[in-house]
Protein backbone atom coordinates (compact mmCIF):
# COMPACT_ATOMS: atom_id res chain seq x y z
CA UNK A 1 0.00 0.00 0.00
CA UNK A 2 1.77 3.56 -1.04
CA UNK A 3 0.11 6.66 0.80
CA UNK A 4 0.73 10.03 -0.96
CA UNK A 5 -0.11 13.53 0.08
CA UNK A 6 -0.30 16.26 -2.79
CA UNK A 7 -1.87 19.83 -2.65
CA UNK A 8 -5.26 20.12 -4.55
CA UNK A 9 -6.10 21.56 -7.90
CA UNK A 10 -8.56 23.19 -9.53
CA UNK A 11 -8.99 19.85 -11.66
CA UNK A 12 -9.84 18.50 -8.15
CA UNK A 13 -13.18 20.58 -6.90
CA UNK A 14 -15.47 17.85 -7.63
CA UNK A 15 -13.47 15.22 -5.38
CA UNK A 16 -13.51 17.98 -3.17
CA UNK A 17 -16.76 18.58 -2.76
CA UNK A 18 -17.86 14.80 -2.94
CA UNK A 19 -15.05 14.58 0.22
CA UNK A 20 -16.77 17.76 1.88
CA UNK A 21 -20.59 15.91 1.21
CA UNK A 22 -18.83 12.37 2.91
CA UNK A 23 -17.29 14.60 5.78
CA UNK A 24 -20.77 16.12 6.43
CA UNK A 25 -22.54 12.57 6.20
CA UNK A 26 -20.32 11.37 9.07
CA UNK A 27 -20.74 14.03 11.41
CA UNK A 28 -24.34 14.01 10.79
CA UNK A 29 -24.08 17.09 9.48
CA UNK A 30 -25.40 16.75 5.61
CA UNK A 31 -28.72 19.08 5.98
CA UNK A 32 -25.77 21.59 6.21
CA UNK A 33 -23.68 21.61 3.48
CA UNK A 34 -25.16 24.26 1.32
CA UNK A 35 -21.39 25.66 -0.93
CA UNK A 36 -22.18 26.24 -4.19
CA UNK A 37 -19.17 24.10 -6.10
CA UNK A 38 -18.46 27.75 -7.89
CA UNK A 39 -18.02 30.04 -5.58
CA UNK A 40 -15.88 26.72 -3.49
CA UNK A 41 -13.62 26.99 -6.47
CA UNK A 42 -13.15 30.39 -6.47
CA UNK A 43 -12.68 30.91 -2.82
CA UNK A 44 -9.96 27.85 -2.95
CA UNK A 45 -8.07 28.58 -6.06
CA UNK A 46 -9.22 32.04 -6.88
CA UNK A 47 -7.44 35.37 -6.41
CA UNK A 48 -10.13 37.06 -3.62
CA UNK A 49 -9.47 40.47 -3.79
CA UNK A 50 -5.86 40.42 -4.94
CA UNK A 51 -5.33 37.87 -1.66
CA UNK A 52 -5.08 34.70 -3.22
CA UNK A 53 -7.07 31.42 -1.66
CA UNK A 54 -9.03 31.94 1.65
CA UNK A 55 -7.83 28.32 2.35
CA UNK A 56 -5.80 24.99 0.76
CA UNK A 57 -6.48 21.52 0.31
CA UNK A 58 -4.79 18.96 0.75
CA UNK A 59 -5.68 15.26 -1.04
CA UNK A 60 -4.71 11.71 0.58
CA UNK A 61 -4.39 9.37 -1.55
CA UNK A 62 -3.90 5.45 -1.35
CA UNK A 63 -2.53 3.49 -4.26
CA UNK A 64 -3.36 6.16 -6.47
CA UNK A 65 -6.64 7.21 -5.55
CA UNK A 66 -8.15 10.02 -3.44
CA UNK A 67 -9.21 8.61 -0.15
CA UNK A 68 -9.23 11.69 1.97
CA UNK A 69 -8.47 15.61 2.57
CA UNK A 70 -7.30 18.09 4.89
CA UNK A 71 -8.79 22.04 4.29
CA UNK A 72 -6.82 24.34 6.06
CA UNK A 73 -5.92 28.26 6.55
CA UNK A 74 -3.76 30.50 8.27
CA UNK A 75 -4.80 32.12 11.57
CA UNK A 76 -2.92 34.13 13.74
CA UNK A 77 -1.54 33.86 17.67
CA UNK A 78 -1.07 37.38 18.97
CA UNK A 79 0.79 35.36 22.21
CA UNK A 80 3.37 33.94 19.76
CA UNK A 81 3.38 36.77 17.47
CA UNK A 82 3.77 34.34 14.66
CA UNK A 83 0.72 32.65 12.13
CA UNK A 84 -0.82 29.07 12.63
CA UNK A 85 -2.25 26.72 10.56
CA UNK A 86 -6.26 26.02 11.15
CA UNK A 87 -7.51 22.69 10.12
CA UNK A 88 -11.00 23.41 9.30
CA UNK A 89 -11.90 19.59 7.88
CA UNK A 90 -10.12 16.24 7.66
CA UNK A 91 -11.66 13.45 6.40
CA UNK A 92 -10.92 10.10 5.73
CA UNK A 93 -13.24 7.28 3.69
CA UNK A 94 -14.68 5.15 5.26
CA UNK A 95 -13.06 2.13 3.35
CA UNK A 96 -9.34 3.88 3.62
CA UNK A 97 -9.77 4.28 7.37
CA UNK A 98 -6.84 2.93 9.31
CA UNK A 99 -4.38 2.96 6.40
CA UNK A 100 -2.38 5.56 7.69
CA UNK A 101 -4.35 8.05 5.27
CA UNK A 102 -5.17 10.47 8.72
CA UNK A 103 -2.14 10.40 10.17
CA UNK A 104 -0.12 11.18 7.27
CA UNK A 105 -2.68 14.03 6.16
CA UNK A 106 -2.20 15.51 9.86
CA UNK A 107 1.98 14.91 9.34
CA UNK A 108 1.81 16.53 5.88
CA UNK A 109 0.11 19.65 7.87
CA UNK A 110 2.32 20.03 10.86
CA UNK A 111 5.27 19.82 8.79
CA UNK A 112 3.26 22.98 6.19
CA UNK A 113 3.40 24.71 9.57
CA UNK A 114 6.87 24.13 10.11
CA UNK A 115 7.97 25.11 7.32
CA UNK A 116 5.85 28.00 7.18
CA UNK A 117 7.14 29.44 10.55
CA UNK A 118 3.96 28.70 12.29
CA UNK A 119 3.95 28.32 16.40
CA UNK A 120 0.87 25.62 16.20
CA UNK A 121 -1.68 23.48 14.18
CA UNK A 122 -5.16 23.11 15.53
CA UNK A 123 -8.61 22.35 14.91
CA UNK A 124 -11.78 21.79 16.79
CA UNK A 125 -12.98 18.22 16.59
CA UNK A 126 -17.40 17.57 18.25
CA UNK A 127 -17.27 16.29 21.69
CA UNK A 128 -19.37 12.52 20.48
CA UNK A 129 -16.14 11.86 17.68
CA UNK A 130 -14.41 9.49 20.61
CA UNK A 131 -12.54 7.53 17.63
CA UNK A 132 -11.47 11.14 16.17
CA UNK A 133 -10.75 12.35 19.84
CA UNK A 134 -8.42 9.07 20.69
CA UNK A 135 -6.53 9.14 17.17
CA UNK A 136 -5.81 12.86 17.29
CA UNK A 137 -4.22 12.70 21.13
CA UNK A 138 -2.41 9.23 20.20
CA UNK A 139 -0.73 11.66 17.99
CA UNK A 140 0.10 13.99 20.42
CA UNK A 141 -2.62 16.64 20.65
CA UNK A 142 -4.31 18.21 23.88
CA UNK A 143 -7.77 18.93 24.29
CA UNK A 144 -8.71 22.87 24.91
CA UNK A 145 -10.89 22.23 27.18
CA UNK A 146 -11.01 25.76 28.58
CA UNK A 147 -11.82 27.63 25.19
CA UNK A 148 -15.65 27.44 24.03
CA UNK A 149 -16.23 27.66 20.43
CA UNK A 150 -18.33 30.83 19.45
CA UNK A 151 -19.97 31.62 16.44
CA UNK A 152 -22.17 34.65 14.11
CA UNK A 153 -23.66 33.44 11.34
CA UNK A 154 -26.96 34.02 8.97
CA UNK A 155 -28.58 36.83 9.74
CA UNK A 156 -27.43 37.57 13.19
CA UNK A 157 -24.09 37.94 11.48
CA UNK A 158 -25.20 40.58 8.25
CA UNK A 159 -27.05 42.24 11.52
CA UNK A 160 -23.73 42.75 13.31
CA UNK A 161 -21.71 43.88 10.25
CA UNK A 162 -24.49 46.41 9.62
CA UNK A 163 -23.82 47.96 12.52
CA UNK A 164 -20.04 48.56 11.67
CA UNK A 165 -20.83 51.97 10.66
CA UNK A 166 -22.75 53.24 13.76
CA UNK A 167 -19.95 52.65 16.23
CA UNK A 168 -18.65 55.02 18.44
Known amino acids: MTISIRFATPDDLP ?5 I ?21 AKLFGQNNGHGPYAEVIIGEVDGAAQGFALFFHNFSTFEGKP ?11 EARGSGLGKALLSRLAAIAVERDCARLEWSVLDWNEPAIGFYKKLGARLMDEWTVMR ?3 TALVQLGANAGNSA
Do not use: N
Open 15 to 19: LIADL
Open 21 to 41: RGLAEYEKLADEVRFDEAVLG
Open 84 to 94: GVYLEDLFVRP
Open 152 to 154: VDG
